[in-house]
């Protein structure tokens, strides 16, 4: 069975902080997701990573697939209010789990004004 | 208008009663899933569907069904419910002929089930 484990599953900051949320796993996924739910909505793609070491940017998010494609990071330059939401990685693979994403339990972010 | 819609958005029911969620489509996807999620838990895979003749048990399957009544339908139901169902219920959407290469996934807003 492939884990995902996220760390931290909870986080707290102030505006302008800077904040990183792990996404690890003993398993190499052929691609890693990082999605974004508000209460009440389910869950968004942010970004989709795909080769080892790749680092994809969306204005002040960063993510970064690691070289083994074991594990991915987020990370949140200038945290604002608007940031705040479950944030879940998502591995895929090929072979019998064809088609299905395993997913981490998630970061609750809270970003205080 | 949404893509992914759910219904009901939020169901009480007692233990012992047989539950149906819905979910529709309009992105024209093949691949449907139903996910259950908890606090602290993420996104469990209860069932999935890559066509209506082709439906697949997830990791949490015991005490769930489905049924996909055309590649724009897929149902979930719950033959007899008990308290542990308590969830949020997510339905999702990929095509990789589409464009989600990757089997990204698009969901819908959720049900909000609770089992007295």
């Known amino acids: 069975t492939q884990l995902l484990e996220q760390s931290p599953q909870f986080l707290s900051i102030q505006e302008g902080e800077n904040l990183t949320v792990y996404c690890n796993s003993s398993s190499v996924f052929s691609s890693l997701q990082w999605y974004r739910q508000e209460p009440g909505e389910g869950p968004v793609l942010l970004v989709t990573?795909?080769?080892?070491?790749e680092v994809k940017k969306l204005k002040r998010l960063t993510f970064q697939f690691g070289d083994a494609r074991k594990d991915s990071s987020l990370h949140i330059t200038a945290a604002q209010p608007g940031d705040t939401g479950l944030y879940l990685c998502a591995g895929g693979t090929g072979g019998t789990s064809y088609g299905k994403l395993t997913f981490g339990q998630g970061t609750i972010l809270t970003v205080h004004p | 208008d949404a893509d992914v819609t759910q219904t009901p958005r939020n169901r009480i029911t007692k233990t012992g009663k047989r539950i149906m969620l819905e979910c529709s489509q309009t992105k024209g996807h093949d691949r449907m899933y139903w996910y259950r999620q908890d606090p602290g838990l993420g996104l469990r895979l209860i069932y999935y569907s890559f066509d209506v003749k082709d439906i697949n048990k997830g990791e949490i399957s015991d005490g769930y069904s489905v049924s996909r009544q055309a590649q724009a339908k897929f149902s979930l139901s719950l033959e007899s419910a008990i308290p542990n169902q308590t969830a949020l219920y997510f339905c999702?959407?990929?095509?990789?002929?589409?464009?989600?290469?990757?089997?990204?996934?698009?969901f819908g807003p959720g049900t909000r089930l609770t089992v007295l």
């Open positions: 999702a959407t990929s095509d990789p002929a589409s464009g989600s290469l990757y089997n990204e996934q698009f």
């Open positions: 990573v795909v080769t080892g070491g």
